[in-house]
C-alpha cells in the first residue's frame, strides 16, 4: 500500500527510569499524543499546537527521541524538520519501579484533564457525537485472569479499527479520532466510584 511504508511500530515499551521521568513531562506526552494523531510535524507547528515556545517544542521533540519516543521524519528544509511519533502506543506494564507509577499518576492526570475538556465542550458538538460519546462506569466481579482477559479481548476489538490510524484512505466518511480509555482496576471495599 502506498504511503505505509514507514509508518511507525505498534508500541514502545519503556523501563529505563530516565525515560518513564522523561515522557511523564506534560509537554512531551501531549507531543507524542499530538504527533499520532496529526503528525508528522516541525516545531514550528507542534508550538502551534500546544501553545509552547518553538524553543521549547524543539528541546521536549529532542528529549523524546533521546528515548525513542520519536524521531525525525522525511523532508523538512533547513531547520524546519519535521517530527512523528515512532510508535502508536507508549508501554510500561509489568515495570515496578517509582518512575512507572508517577508516570502513570501524570498519565491518569492527562486523562482527566482530556475528559474535562471533552465534557466542557460536548455542547458544541453536532447531536449524533453527543448521543455517541460514552461516560460512566460498570463494577464487575473478575478474578485477575478475567480482568487479564477482558482487556484482550477489547483490545483485538479496538484494533479492528486499527489501520485506520495508518492509512487514511480506510477511514469511512465522518470519521473522526476518539479517545478510548481502557481504565481498570480492583475496588478496595468501602471505595466507589460513584
Known amino acids: 500500500m502506498p504511503g505505509l511504508l ?5 508500541s514502545v515499551h519503556l523501563d529505563d527510569p530516565r525515560a518513564l521521568r522523561a515522557y511523564a513531562h ?17 516545531a514550528t507547528r507542534a508550538a502551534e499546537l500546544t501553545g509552547e515556545s518553538v524553543a ?18 522525511e523532508g523538512g528544509q533547513g531547520r524546519e524538520k519535521p517530527w512523528r511519533a515512532t510508535a502508536r502506543y507508549t508501554d510500561w506494564r509489568h515495570v515496578d519501579s517509582e518512575a512507572a507509577e508517577a ?4 498519565v491518569a492526570e492527562r486523562y482527566f484533564e482530556l475528559m474535562t475538556h471533552a465534557i466542557e465542550s460536548r455542547r ?19 478474578t485477575a485472569a ?7 479481548r477489547f483490545s483485538a ?3 479492528s479499527y486499527g489501520a485506520r490510524i495508518d492509512d487514511p484512505a480506510q ?13 481498570a482496576f480492583r475496588i478496595r471495599r468501602g471505595e466507589t466510584a460513584s
Open 6 to 10: 514507514n509508518q511507525p511500530k505498534r
Open 26 to 42: 506534560p509537554t512531551r506526552m501531549k507531543l507524542v499524543g499530538l504527533l499520532r494523531v496529526e503528525g508528522p510535524f516541525t
Open 56 to 73: 521549547s517544542c524543539s528541546y521536549h521533540l529532542r528529549m523524546l527521541a533521546k528515548y525513542g519516543l520519536v524521531e525525525e521524519a
Open 103 to 106: 508516570l502513570s499518576a501524570a
Open 124 to 142: 458544541l458538538l453536532p447531536r449524533e457525537w453527543r448521543e455517541a460519546e460514552q461516560f460512566g462506569d460498570d463494577i464487575v466481579y473478575l
Open 146 to 152: 478475567e480482568l487479564a482477559e477482558l482487556g484482550e
Open 157 to 159: 476489538l479496538l484494533e
Open 171 to 183: 477511514r469511512p466518511a465522518g470519521a473522526e479520532p476518539v479517545n478510548v480509555l481502557r481504565i
